[in-house]
């Protein structure tokens, strides 16, 4: 006998969109039912707040913004399910023309910034520039009202808005605080801590299909987007819809992280960011604010578990709780923030930017490389028969050449210019702002020239070249993905030509 499905809402925090995709496919592909729930989707029409939709329990689930850590301090007792964005995608966007060329050239600006804008409040602090500083007004969540002159500045989703100005060949200059470090998550899946304590197992099988349904949609996006054209809403085209699943791509990282991951270490510099904003204490608690799945039970499992814990002596237990007390103290620092920031985006042993980095960096160039109608190159470059060292030489050796490659790649570039480490031998690079496709071969030339000359290690002398694949903006690729590929089908393509050798990309 089949048993109903409980039916739940959830609260969204906007009108439907492509933001909102791995829901809609939780519904569409039964994910839902499967967990054995009748769920209802809730548009967020002018005037509604999907905090307080949950708290007076129009709905059960909402999606919010990282503001979800003040509430929590105000005494509303929300709890954070899952992170959907891990890079939260409001920036401020300012007319070209009005003379804004940095970020504190929009003092005295016409300013439109929608509520619940912390990031930016914060990135603008840190910046020095006060809100009593600017001209606010109301936001009208319209684009014209920047092309047409009647705002200098807005705030807004890169994911969004750029779309239409771009379409209207539309000169901006686009603001992030992740430019200033202040790096908040974005569309938090949450709900509170009575759903929480009377539904655990609605709770668990609510956001296991919700991730499951976001998994799907962004391997899907096209599908997904023709269902919301045919389901929920056609008030933007489809190449809008498509636009913002492109983006939001960048934002998800889940060439990365799982969907709806989240890291304490990030939720402690969120609440630090607030705390210098004078909006949360110092070293604000967060427990009891971010969900943590229940692992399964397991009584072998436990029972050795409690076998061991009753075998430790007090000297052990005293040393683990004087070792936690300080682990806990240098996750708290600032210093610390700082270096795991830097750890997770840089390359342990070279220093260099990692994928994440260079892919960030990637999306910004293309923005701006788009914006101002100039050409940009994206290289791969894989060390030629880098195995051989470290089979005949050992792998410090080999550790030590990556190294010093890294020094010479990094000298022969331009402050500009970006390269990355993102694998054993292979390196990503990329020139800004090139003329043309001999310009960006004429970088990979002094490359390959910088590389020729014999590396010293450890009183051996280390020859080795390199293959490299070169693709150009706007030529071999619009997006990120695309260019990344065509540089690395360009650079087997060195390798088959016999190595040590450039090859620019070309179609087949």
């Known amino acids: ?167 209207a060949k539309f000169d901006y200059q686009v603001y992030t605080p992740r430019a200033g470090g202040i790096d908040f998550y974005g569309d938090n899946l949450f709900t509170t801590e009575q759903e929480l304590k009377a539904h655990p197992e609605r709770v668990r099988a609510f956001r296991e299909a919700s991730l499951r349904g976001w998994q799907y949609a962004m391997q899907h996006p096209e599908e997904i987007v023709d269902l919301l054209l045919a389901k929920y809403s056609t008030q933007h085209p489809r190449d809008f819809y498509l636009f913002e699943a492109q983006r939001m791509a960048s934002l998800m990282r889940t060439d990365l992280v799982e969907v709806g991951y989240m890291n304490r270490g990030r939720w402690r510099h969120i609440a630090n960011t607030y705390a210098d904003l004078g909006l949360l204490p110092g070293n604000y608690a967060l427990n009891g604010f971010l969900y943590e799945p229940a692992a399964p039970h397991d009584p072998t499992t436990l029972y050795i578990a409690l076998s061991l814990l009753a075998g430790v002596s007090a000297i052990a237990m005293y040393i683990y709780r004087i070792n936690h007390r300080l682990r806990l103290a240098l996750c708290e620092s600032r210093e610390a923030e700082g270096r795991i920031r830097h750890l997770a985006q840089h390359d342990p042993l070279t220093d260099l930017p990692n994928r994440a980095l260079f892919s960030d960096r990637l999306e910004q160039a293309l923005v701006n490389a788009k914006r101002d109608g100039q050409q940009l190159a994206v290289i791969f470059m894989d060390l030629d028969d880098f195995k051989q060292i470290n089979d005949n030489l050992g792998h410090g050796i080999g550790d030590c050449l990556l190294q010093q490659v890294a020094i010479r790649l990094r000298h022969s570039l331009r402050e500009s210019d970006t390269v990355a480490r993102v694998g054993g031998d292979e390196f990503i690079l990329l020139l800004r702002n090139i003329t043309d496709a001999p310009d960006a071969l004429a970088v990979a030339q002094k490359l390959c020239s910088a590389l020729a000359r014999p590396f010293e290690i450890d009183r051996h002398l280390i020859n080795i070249s390199a293959s490299i694949g070169i693709a150009l903006y706007p030529e071999h690729g619009l997006g990120s993905i695309e260019l990344l590929k065509h540089a690395d089908e360009a650079m087997y393509e060195a390798k088959r030509a016999g190595r040590n050798r450039v090859q620019v990309f070309a179609q087949a």
């Open 1 to 167: 006998m089949a048993h109903a499905l409980e039916k739940v809402s959830l609260q969204l925090k906007w009108s439907h969109a492509f933001q909102f995709a791995g829901y809609y496919a939780a519904l569409e592909k039964g994910y839902y039912r499967e967990a054995g729930l009748d769920v209802q989707l809730r548009e967020a029409t002018p005037g509604v707040d999907p905090l307080q939709a949950v708290l007076t329990d129009q709905a059960q689930y909402g999606v919010g913004t990282s503001s979800l850590l003040l509430a929590r301090k105000s005494g509303k007792p929300v709890v954070v399910l899952a992170v959907i964005f891990q890079h939260s995608p409001l920036v401020l966007i300012a007319r070209e023309d009005s003379g804004t060329q940095a970020i504190h050239d929009i003092v005295g600006k016409r300013v439109m910034i929608e509520p619940q804008s912390d990031e930016l409040f914060a990135y603008l602090k840190q910046e020095g520039i006060t809100l009593d500083r600017l001209v606010q007004l109301p936001h009208s969540f319209n684009p014209e009202d920047l092309i047409e002159g009647r705002v200098d500045a807005i705030s807004a989703y890169v994911s969004n808005e750029p779309y239409y100005l771009d379409r």
